[in-house]
């Protein structure tokens, strides 16, 4: 299961803190991954973190704005957000990377839990 929290309603070029508890899994064992969907759109790649932290990646579109951590003793995943913009409002889901593939593409990663809402307002 995962549960992602931290959303709300906050002012352009302001800083909003995701978080996302798993649980029934091992979360150590799993790279994590941050995904975003925008109504209309298609839910499209934000960031990830290998299993032991040591390495993150980041869309284009975040890239120096967005900082993804993560505490395996809290089987939690967290997402700064800094210098939002009106293009960044979305539900924000987490994931673990079950794939072998490239972290950024949606199908390596098999489950998904209720989402948080981002809103920024201009």
């Known amino acids: 299961q995962l549960q992602a929290s931290g959303g709300g309603l906050v002012q352009a070029g302001g800083s909003l803190r995701l978080s996302c508890l798993a649980s029934g899994l091992t979360f150590s064992n799993y790279a994590m991954g941050w995904f975003r969907q925008a109504p209309g759109k298609e839910r499209e790649f934000v960031s990830y973190i290998t299993w032991g932290g040591g390495s993150t990646y980041y869309a284009d579109s975040v890239k120096g704005r967005f900082t993804i951590?993560?505490?395996?003793?809290?089987?939690?995943?967290?997402?700064?957000?800094?210098?939002l913009k009106p293009?960044?409002?979305?539900?924000?889901?987490c994931a673990p990377k079950t794939g072998v593939g490239p972290p950024n593409l949606l199908k390596e990663y098999d489950y998904w839990?209720?989402?948080?809402?981002?809103?920024?307002?201009?």
């Open 69 to 83: 951590s993560r505490d395996n003793a809290k089987n939690t995943v967290y997402l700064q957000m800094n210098s």
């Open 87 to 93: 293009e960044d409002p979305a539900v924000y889901y």
């Open 113 to 122: 839990g209720q989402g948080t809402l981002v809103t920024v307002s201009s």
